[in-house]
């Protein structure tokens, strides 16, 4: 589609989110707050696929900042909006730390590091139940304090405020990914040789990108942990990291809105198919194998392959016709 | 004076000594050539010189600086550049995307002011893009600045690596084969584009097989063999060696 159409959808789908809490409550509106969390947390994933790097730690990192403000607000009694920047800090200083390892590896090894470190996130929780509380996770977390009289315990205001999060970090990706700092990122992509002939630092460009994706991931932690009003080892397992990569591989890593389109897709088969729960990951687990197998480029390469096949009919057609 | 010195430099892969104590001298402003049979260590001796080896033995040495441990984007910014051998480019962006991409490490701005997009950068941005094809038009590439790299024939690929390097700001350019599979006139075209960039300025270091395009191009030759210099001098004294006539059949009496 061409920019004109782009904006008009995309104005659309913003418009439609910000009216959604005046036409529903309840499950609907719980639907959309967990999908615009998985917004954030796919599309910073899909930063770091840019680079080929598939991470495994991202659920970890997601916990990281989930946990941090978590514990700030409920053990310290920090506010909100003190808790959140520190959380979301953290989480780049873990992945930063994370960072010297992980990147000395490339492609499945870095699946594997990256699937290590998250692991041994994760497993630090469960170990210090006195901090982290284990299964049962850490206490009622609040909703955060009321602005201009306004209380976030109402489902409906929370919702805006992760309206607000969501589309402030979609904005901040889509920006860095067509800045120069982008396009040095596709250059490094492309050849990372060459890039590193031409005196870019790819390290320092791979560093940057995994800690930032991380950050990201911090948010997205918060967002959900105080949505939840818990952080358990249960939210951020492997299970959400995989899911995070299916929606990703779906929806096709080609464009920005790929793996948006894709988490999207996937969330309303779910929603559609409520009562099979049980058969989620059986679900998911078809889908990504078809897709992979049949349309590796997901689904936002349907439209160019729709396209250039509807071409080709055309042109056998006109043979025909020529020699007929 | 002397920007590049190599001293005592070896590279071993187990027991194969690719480079076998090469002490090597290039002077500011010189176009020297670096020749020898295949699998001698040119281009083993490129990638030392670039930080993409490190040396097993011996140091490197740019503009009085010791740079033997330093990585090639940090030589890359001192001013060390090259090609490779296998004509490598970006090949999924267009001509123009390369040449401007390259400009990286002379941009002069933060990676902050990247990101805002502040109107210093756009600013930097626009004489980027001029710059960008300024370097196209000198290596006759301006009408193919929107091709996607990877569709433009072999000559023209050749063309825009050595563009790549020129828009780095090199104060030397290590040239791996930069001719190979080109048609003679697309070769004295290159060399032609090679001489000038030589008269500019920025000191160059050849390698390429094509006997009649290095002795026709290059002021001073050195001869590599089995991982060591064998021989340097001007191309008639070269051509004249017998060491180098032995390892090197083919020098000839004809040159461009």
New interface residues.
Partial sequence: MNRQTKLIVLSALVAFLCLLPVATTGYVLDVFVFLLINLILVASYRFMVNLGMWSFAHASLMGIGGYTAGLLVTRAGWPFWGALPAAILASFLVALIISLLVLTTRGFYFFLSTLAAGQAIWWSWILLPNIFGAYAGIGVIPRPEPMGGISFDNPATYYYLVLAFTLLSLIILY??EK???G??I??IR??E??????????VRYRT?VFVIASAFAGLAGVLFSFYTRTATVVDYSTNYALNVLVFVIVGGTGGFFGPLIGVSVLTAIREALRGFNEFLPFIYGGILIIVVLFQPGGLVAIPPRVSSLVKKLGRKRSIRHTTA | MAMLELMGVTKSFGKLMAVNDVKLSVDQGELRGLIGPNGSGKTTLFNLITGFMKPTKGKIIWKGEDITRQSPHTRAEKGIVRTFQITTLLKDMTAAQNVNIAHHCHLGISLFQQFLGMRKMRGRERLIEQKALEILGKLDLAGVRDEIAANLPHGHQEALALAIAIAAEPELILLDEPVTGMNPVEKMAMMQKIRMLNKNGVTILLVDHDMRAVLGTCQKLTVLNFGHIIAEGTPEEICKNKDVVEAYLGCGTQYA
């Fill in positions: 920006r860095l800045s120069r700092i396009a040095t596709s250059a492309s050849n040789e060459l890039s590193e002939a031409m005196g870019i630092n790819t940057m």
